[in-house]
């Protein structure tokens, strides 16, 4: 495995892959690796002939105030997982390497991007969508690798590769949880014990839905509160949204029908939990 930190040795290793006739498997991360990332390079690995994994804490998809200073960094373990994992090359850039002057050109997703984390980080979408065009940009022709758990996330990437012609296919992996049933989160290192033991309340939370869903309720608010019902008992918890919405549009547009998706978003003292699930209504 290499490791390179600029761009451009990066889209050297990627043209000789390519020019040798390999596809290549992009996974975009923030570091910090687990259990989900590592599924997203094996898938990778298994569909491609050449994989990248990209490590950069990107400055633009934090808000003032949020976690960008402190957001847990380990380079050495990160490495070590991507090399057991089989990956070809990390790219691994400093801030000056991926925004040498102060950016103009952003980009904005629409619809899909203002419910829910839009509505609470209302400049994160444009930040995580300008970094991963720029990825795309580096990686030239490619499937890319996203975690389910940040769904609204793979919507919103998966919108800009479509609208604007991207030659990526976007490839969304389940969701890889803990024993409890947490779902992995290199944030999840923010809890504290007992925030950690309420923690689960997200997955039992989708659970309540899902049940009220196969039990024939249809009304989005009604499935809401079930799942609201659920988080209520963590006392740590403060929630900020329960949502049954249509999985692709992320919004309601009636009784539910087809696909369906239940997000939920927690914040247990530092750390803000996301989740998600879905279903299909015949
Ligand atoms: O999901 C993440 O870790 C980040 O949002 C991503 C896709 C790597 C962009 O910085």
């Not at 994160?124 to 720029?134: E, R």
């Amino acid at each position: 495995m290499e490791v390179v930190t600029t761009i451009a040795e990066a889209r050297a290793r990627l043209d000789a892959a390519r020019r040798s006739g390999g596809t290549v498997g992009l996974v975009p991360t923030m570091g910090y690796l687990h259990e989900g990332h590592a599924s997203l390079m094996t898938a990778s690995v298994a569909d491609n002939d050449f994989t990248m994994v990209t490590i950069f804490v990107n400055p633009l998809q934090f808000a003032a105030g949020e976690d960008l200073a402190s957001y847990p960094r380990d380079l050495e373990r990160d490495l070590e997982i991507c090399s057991a994992e089989g990956v070809d090359l990390v790219l691994a850039p400093g801030v000056d390497e991926m925004y040498p002057t102060p950016i103009e050109t952003t980009v904005t997703v629409d619809a899909v991007a203002r419910p829910l984390e839009g509505r609470s980080r209302p400049e994160h979408f444009a930040g995580v969508a300008t970094v991963v065009a720029k990825l795309f940009s580096i990686a030239g022709p490619c499937r890319a690798y996203f975690g389910a758990k940040d769904w609204q996330q793979v919507a919103v990437v998966r919108r800009m590769a479509h609208d604007l012609s991207m030659p990526v296919e976007v490839v969304p992996c389940p969701t890889v949880r803990e024993h409890d049933g947490l779902a992995m989160s290199s944030r999840n290192v923010y809890l504290a014990a007992e925030e950690r033991a309420q923690a689960p309340v997200l997955r039992r939370a989708l659970d309540a839905g899902l049940v009220a869903i196969a039990e024939g309720e249809r009304d989005a608010a009604v499935v809401e509160s079930a799942m609201a019902a659920v988080v209520a008992e963590a006392d740590l918890g403060t929630v900020d949204y329960v949502a049954a919405v249509q999985a692709d549009a992320l919004i309601t547009d009636g009784p539910l029908h087809d696909e369906v998706r239940l997000l939920i978003a927690v914040q247990f003292g530092k750390a803000r939990l996301i989740d998600n699930d879905g279903c299909h209504i015949d």
